[in-house]
């Protein structure tokens, strides 16, 4: 078997193990005679299944008690409009730092739900950092305040999260979560899509704190409602079952690692290896600004654009798969989330550093 090192932004590499164990199950799911695909959501199999997600995820992430985890589909894209639906209820007002492409799309949703405010931005540089957020310039009445925890196409990620005081924070963390720890009880809602850190497409995953379940209007639909989800722990309708039961054997992957603490300090020396060839190569550089750099998603430019096209071919022949910068970006991008081992980061910038030297 030749598994390549799958630098894809999404749906990107999942741990070996986890699949190992997937397929080792598939057949004959703990001597139900099934798969976990044909178990009814309803069953006692698929209600462990979960519920020890649920246990899980709270447990790497340390979330509070007073949070619910939902398992929803539709998409980090759909959260773009379930969050204004259910969250723009007060004052009708929300405040938003635009960072990148998904930040204008959900900016654009919520538009369509109330008055969206843009208290701070970063298109005068082309998404190439991270502007600075504080207090002062968070309306006190705005319902909430969304920010990209780390924006994948651009490859920027807030280092610090900003103090929004009373009003609640809502994260898209689609492409960063697990991947650090972090303080859940600064968020009022955490949402991310799976297939880039947590499991395969189809899962979408939602950190909320309770008080902001049931303030959505009647008109609201029950599928776009957190409360219908929150009521039925996440079995209103029929759930993404095997997206679910591979989000656990992720989350029990992570935990047998270390955790979140052993995984930041992977992540952060997998990224530090790149930006520092990065820094002293004479080809490759970065566009962005240093004190904005993405652990997960890494663009990288050669002055030559005649080059890219040469680079990427040559990195595919030699088992370094999606390259590619996103189109709006240009050059290329390495996409290092948790599944992502410290040896194909290793061998990527030996890979670098011998096409360097063919083509300086
Ligand atoms: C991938 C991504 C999205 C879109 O996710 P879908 O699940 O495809 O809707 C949104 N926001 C961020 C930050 C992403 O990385």
């Known amino acids: 078997m030749n598994r390549v090192f799958n630098f894809s932004a999404g749906p990107s590499m999942l741990p070996l193990p986890v699949l190992e164990k997937a397929q080792k199950e598939l057949l004959n799911y703990q001597d139900s005679g099934m798969s976990v695909m044909e178990l009814s959501h309803r069953s006692g199999w698929f209600s462990d299944i979960i519920s020890e997600a649920d246990q899980l995820l709270r447990e790497l992430l340390q979330i509070p008690d007073n949070y619910k985890v939902l398992f929803l589909q539709g998409g980090a894209s759909q959260q773009f409009a379930m969050v204004p639906m259910n969250l723009m209820v007060n004052s009708g007002k929300a405040d938003f730092v635009h960072t990148g492409s998904w930040s204008k799309k959900a900016i654009k949703e919520a538009e369509r739900f109330g008055e969206v405010r843009v208290i701070a931005s970063s298109e005068d540089e082309n998404f190439t950092y991270i502007p600075k957020v504080d207090s002062s310039m968070i309306d006190p009445e705005a319902d909430y305040v969304h920010i990209t925890t780390n924006n994948t196409i651009e490859g920027t990620a807030f280092s610090e999260i900003p103090d929004t005081g009373d009003v609640p924070l809502v994260a898209d963390m689609s492409s960063n979560i697990l991947s650090e720890e972090i303080d859940v009880s600064k968020f009022g809602v955490i949402y991310a899509g799976a297939q880039k850190n947590i499991g395969p497409a189809g899962l979408t995953v939602v950190i ?153």
């Open 208 to 360: 909320i704190r309770e008080d902001l379940i049931g303030k959505a209007p009647d008109s609201c639909p029950a599928m776009l409602n957190y409360k219908t989800f929150s009521d039925s722990d996440s079995l209103y309708n029929t759930p993404p079952t095997f997206s679910i039961y591979m989000a656990k054997l992720v989350f029990e992957w992570l935990k047998g690692l270390g955790g979140l603490p052993e995984m930041e300090r992977i992540n952060r020396e997998k990224a530090q290896l790149l930006y520092d060839y990065l820094e002293t190569s004479e080809l490759f550089d970065s566009p962005v600004k240093k004190d904005s750099r993405s652990m997960m998603n890494i663009p990288f430019i050669i002055p030559d654009k005649e080059l890219d096209g040469v680079f990427i071919d040559e990195a595919k022949q030699a088992g370094f798969e999606t390259l590619k910068g996103h189109r709006s970006v240009g050059g290329m991008r390495a996409s290092i989330y948790n599944a992502m081992p410290l040896q194909g980061v290793k061998q990527l910038v030996a890979f670098m550093e011998e096409f360097e030297g063919k083509n300086k």
